[in-house]
């Protein structure tokens, strides 16, 4: 079964974005599932994994119920707020949620992740059973490889391989971080967001080197990957491998 474990729906005409800057101004469109689904007929993939893009308890409300209307959606990777009730808050929920996600690198503190409050809403995700998702930078990745130190029986799934910088100062840095990561056994990395950022191919290629196909996994990151290349294109650099284009997917977020 091929999985997609990285894509997104939205609707700007009906939320506020922050991130939707001049730069994405092409992104500034509603996409749902019918826009989606024949990519994944062309390019036979099965199902997806559905991220949150907002920091918004409504919006993965609204996540969760379009995946309980859209066969292909397998799961969601929700918001909610980490220095709250995380408990309460998934009471509150219903639906294929498979784990959590904030945009830590848009937090002005690169140390936010280590927040006691956040470290107890961690703690909170894994006794849920759910995955936490690391969206990070190079200045983010030292906090995200001691929080994962802290909790060794939480999932962790590094989104995008912590997004290659262009700058080679910084790239050794990332190189650090990411290897850090690869080498604590509760993280696996997704190949996505990569066509937008620097050395698509060098990024999948290194990922795949230090955690392995059985820790990586393929996501489209559909459709910011729109601003760089096709969904195939996408695809493409996730290679063939059974384990990449599903299987892991499959494993960590308990979805297939």
Known sequence: MRIDAHQHFWDPATADYPWMSDEVAPLRRRYGPDDLEPLLRAHGVDGTVVV???????ETRELLALAAATPFVLGVVGWLDLTGDVAAQLEQLDGPLVGVRHQVHDETDADWLLRDDVQRGLAAVGEAGLVFDLLVRTRELPAAVETVQRHPGLRFVL??????PRDDAQRAAWTVGVTALAALPNVACK???LVTEADPEGAARRALEWFGPGRCLFGSDWPVCLLAAGYGDTLALAGDDPRVLGGTA??????G
């Open 52 to 58: 949150q893009a907002r920091h918004s308890l409504d």
């Open 159 to 164: 989104d995008h391989v912590a997004k290659c």
């Open 191 to 193: 190949l996505s967001g």
């Open 250 to 255: 499959a494993a960590v977020y308990g979805v």
